[in-house]
């Protein structure tokens, strides 16, 4: 696809972050964000959408809350915080969709579960209610980098996430709850349907061609809806540097 076929009017390039436009909850390459906020942006419109909360998302695109004009489109938690041009358009809740009874039924066999696993270590935040989403991490989310990587590889091997999630989705088979692994060390979990797709719903009411870039776009991985649906041209991209050689492509440059 030429240059000529893209606009702004009506083509929008969505990026997922993590592995994506940065190594997993590493920051954006300088050289990459002023490549996306200027050259690309001049050509199409852009957007993120991130598994992430929004304070991670502005964290890991190193610009602080200019980033949400930088970028036209900013969707956290899978878009159910929706921010164009710097303006917050919709945000969701997760304890209102599901009930406070039902939220407190998942909480308590949550933290049951994590208080019988035996890992080769524990840190805190365990559990983190976010706006349209829960996050569980089995070895807590406060663990520092090298933390992270070892229990990546630890659950590489031991598939911890993995069990967790076949036995949430049978403890609660009876409830509209979706699990799904987006990152290195945890669980996301959300009411069926405010996966990433929830983000397309933005742009229902006019005609857009959305190019979608994900690097988890196989099934169980969280762009693996967004990638797969009519509504999007899926791409999938090994990390930062494969999404830039693709961009250019598309754009029309080499
Ligand atoms: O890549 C998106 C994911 O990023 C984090 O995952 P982890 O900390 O496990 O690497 C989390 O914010 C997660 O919610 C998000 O989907």
Same mark, same amino acid.
């Given at each position: 696809m030429g240059?000529? /076929?893209? $606009? ?10 993590? %592995?994506?436009?940065? +190594?997993?909850?590493?920051? =954006? ?10 050259e690309v942006?001049? !050509?199409?419109?852009?957007? =993120?959408?991130? %598994? ?11 610009? *602080?809350?200019?980033?949400?004009k930088d ?12 921010? /164009? ?7 969701? $809740? ?11 039924? @998942? ?24 706006? *349209? ?6 070895? *807590?989310?406060?663990?520092?980098? +090298?933390?992270?990587? +070892? #229990?990546?590889?630890?659950?590489? =091997? ?13 403890? @609660? ?6 699990? $799904? ?8 979990? @959300? &009411? ?19 190019? #979608?870039? %994900?690097? !988890? ?9 967004? @990638?797969?649906?009519?509504?999007? =041209? ?5 990390? &930062? ?10 754009? *029309?440059?080499?």
């Amino acid at each position: 696809m030429g240059s000529t /076929a893209l $606009s702004r009017n009506d083509t929008v390039f969505l990026f997922d972050l993590d %592995g994506t436009l940065t +190594e997993p909850r590493q920051t =954006i390459s300088p050289h990459f964000y002023q490549y996306l906020v200027s050259e690309v942006k001049n !050509k199409v419109r852009i957007g =993120i959408v991130g %598994g992430s909360d929004l304070v991670k998302i502005l964290e890991q695109l190193g610009n *602080g809350e200019k980033a949400l004009k930088d970028f036209d489109y900013v969707f956290a938690e899978n878009g159910l915080v929706a921010y /164009a041009n710097g303006e917050l358009k919709a945000t969701q $809740s997760m304890s209102k969709a599901i009930g406070d009874d039902q939220l407190q039924e @998942f909480t308590n066999y949550v933290l049951g579960y994590l208080s019988k696993l035996k890992l080769p270590r524990k840190r805190g935040n365990f559990i983190e209610l976010r706006a *349209g989403m829960m996050n569980i991490c089995p070895i *807590g989310r406060s663990c520092s980098q +090298e933390e992270r990587i +070892e #229990f990546y590889e630890y659950d590489k =091997i031991h598939n911890i996430r993995d069990k967790m999630v076949e036995d949430l989705r049978q403890q @609660f088979s009876h409830t509209n709850l979706h699990f $799904s692994i987006g990152g290195q060390i945890s669980i996301d979990v @959300f &009411p069926k349907g405010w996966d990433k797709t929830y983000s397309l719903n933005f742009f229902k009411n006019v005609p857009t061609v959305i190019h #979608f870039f %994900g690097d !988890k776009t196989s099934p169980g991985g969280n762009d693996y809806e967004i @990638f797969k649906d009519e509504r999007t =041209i899926g791409h999938t991209v090994t990390g &930062p540097d494969n999404t830039e050689s693709i961009m250019r492509q598309l754009l *029309g440059r080499c």
